[in-house]
T-cell receptor, first 114, second 115 residues
Framework: NAGVTQTPKFRILKIGQSMTLQCAQD?????MYWYRQDPGMGLKLIYY???????DKGEVPNGYNVSRSTTEDFPLRLELAAPSQTSVYFC?????????????FGSGTRLTVV | AQKITQTQPGMFVQEKEAVTLDCTYD???????LFWYKQPSSGEMIFLIY??????QNATEGRYSLNFQKARKSANLVISASQLGDSAMYFC????????????FGSGTQLTVLP
């Protein structure tokens, strides 16, 4: 019963480098999300997806790209990393109905851009 | 647009005492959901409690209860009999109908339980 799995857990990037944050869920959830959390702040939505092949921008999408080719996977791509992208990134998934317990977060990826 | 406001950046409580963490929200959607999450220093997001806008009774989960006052647009978290392990960051969040259940988060309250 893995839930939402994020890799890597930690990463240091140099300015201008690119990387992909991986996210996979095994709960057959239609909805998936990427959030970022800056120090001492709440989470902000980067991108989300309502199903395979469908993605949409959240509050802070600039500098990121996503794809959703399967129900299970929702990778987040950072192109040309900048210091402002230093943050903790959370992937989450949810079923379509109401309620709280069906909203599941991964353990996070701590990214530092130097 | 939805907005969550948490006005207490930090709170202290004595062990075994009760504490209330404030949360107010703003939305024009009549159907919405309110969440509370705990984030310990290890960083994971732990779901605590959920309240739907049409739920007649306040939600309770063990030592956690949600004081839902719809007219005031407030959804305060009450933790009874605080424990040292309750020291953490607490976030209020909401989603609304017609969305893909995206969560809008408040800025959080850092709770410290004193022995």
């Amino acid at each position: 019963n893995a839930g939402v799995t994020q890799t890597p857990k930690f990463r240091i990037l140099k300015i201008g480098q690119s990387m992909t944050l991986q996210c996979a869920q095994d709960m057959n959830h239609n909805y998936m999300y990427w959030y970022r959390q800056d120090p001492g702040m709440g989470l902000k939505l980067i991108y989300y997806s309502v199903g395979a092949g469908i993605t949409d921008k959240g509050e802070v999408p600039n500098g990121y790209n996503v794809s959703r080719s399967t129900t299970e996977d929702f990778p987040l791509r950072l192109e040309l990393a900048a210091p402002s992208q230093t943050s903790v990134y959370f992937c989450a998934s949810s079923y379509q109905g109401q309620g709280g317990s069906g909203y599941t977060f991964g353990s996070g990826t701590r990214l530092t851009v130097v | 647009a939805q907005k969550i406001t948490q006005t207490q950046p930090g709170m202290f409580v004595q062990e075994k005492e009760a504490v209330t963490l404030d949360c107010t929200y703003d939305t024009s959607d009549p159907s919405y959901g309110l969440f509370w999450y705990k984030q310990p220093s290890s960083g994971e997001m732990i779901f605590l409690i959920y309240q739907g806008s049409y739920d007649q009774q306040n939600a309770t989960e063990g030592r956690y209860s949600l004081n839902f006052q719809k007219a005031r647009k407030s959804a305060n978290l009450v933790i009874s009999a605080s424990q040292l392990g309750d020291s953490a960051m607490y976030f209020c969040a909401m989603t609304y109908s017609g969305s893909a259940r995206q969560l809008t988060f408040g800025s959080g309250t850092q709770l410290t339980v004193l022995p």
